[in-house]
């Protein structure tokens, strides 16, 4: 976990109802420590919005998209009241470059949700391409 004291002073802390998007596509890209509550990670696409991970207490986000002035790939949502410590994009390379230690922590927990959302992803891809072969099997069955 990451100790939030020296973040808290360069990032706002807000409350949000459930429903409620915190990042994604016509937002502004920021990272987010969760400090209380359930944040939902989408992945976006033409299809709707499937969920590929649930943040809590203590976990930290930031779509790749915050250090690259891309459309963000991810959309995060509120799923019940959380109270979120949202740090924006040049805050965050001035708390990188004025706290190189705690920055490498923040890094090095981002890494690992990178990594885990990798993961999450490639499952979802595989129960994709699995429900695409049944559908293609059952439509060629029904043609027979």
Do not use: W
Not at 27 to 40: A, H, K, P, R, S
Not at 43 to 60: H, K, R
Not at 107 to 121: Q, S
């Amino acid at each position: 976990m990451i100790d939030l004291s020296v973040i808290q002073s360069i990032a706002k802390i807000k409350k949000y109802p459930p429903g409620c998007v915190l990042t994604g596509d016509g937002t502004d890209n920021i990272l987010l420590v969760v400090i209380g509550g359930d944040i939902g990670v989408y992945v976006q696409g033409p299809e709707p919005p499937e969920l590929l991970s649930v943040l809590g207490t203590g976990d930290v986000f930031a779509d790749p998209a915050l250090m690259q002035n891309k459309h963000a790939l991810y959309t995060t949502k509120t799923l019940s009241d959380a109270v979120v410590l949202l740090l924006e994009k040049d805050a965050a390379v001035a708390f990188i470059r004025d706290e190189p230690a705690l920055a490498f922590e923040l890094i090095k927990h981002l890494y690992l949700r990178l990594d885990k959302t990798a993961g999450d992803l490639k499952s979802l891809l595989v129960r994709h391409d699995r429900e695409q072969r049944a559908e293609r099997l059952k439509s060629d069955n029904l043609q027979m």
